[in-house]
């Protein structure tokens, strides 16, 4: 797993990767499930076709932004509903023919998040999907 955090003073990016020992279509076939989608997004969280709204039990919430099969998904993110907008982007990029890397790009992020509390979350999304591929 890697980790990258960027502070350009008004806002933060966190990068966080993780490699899987399965290809990007096995993968991409488990974020669409709906344990997929809790992993990514928390429980009851779902996304849907661009423009769809989705919320999840733990109040984050967000918008689909662009939606390319087997590749990549950009969403909004908000801590809570008076929250400031944040951009997450998920990229499946295959690594040989039977692993993927997920790479969790989390931008503009600010000074009312905790930094080391979201790099946590996208760690632990990883490693619920990853548990998610294993079955």
Known sequence: ???QVVD???SVTTVISRVVNYPVKRVWAALMTPEGQ???LG???MLGDKGDRWKSDNGTWGVTRSYHPMEEIRFSWHKDESA???WVEVWLVPQGETETKIQITHEHANADLDIAKLTRHWRDALRRIA???AG
């Open 38 to 40: 809790a992993a990514l």
């Open 8 to 10: 350009s003073h008004a």
């Open 131 to 133: 548990e998610a591929l």
């Open 84 to 86: 400031q907008k944040t």
């Open 1 to 3: 797993m890697t980790e």
């Open 43 to 45: 429980d009851g969280g």
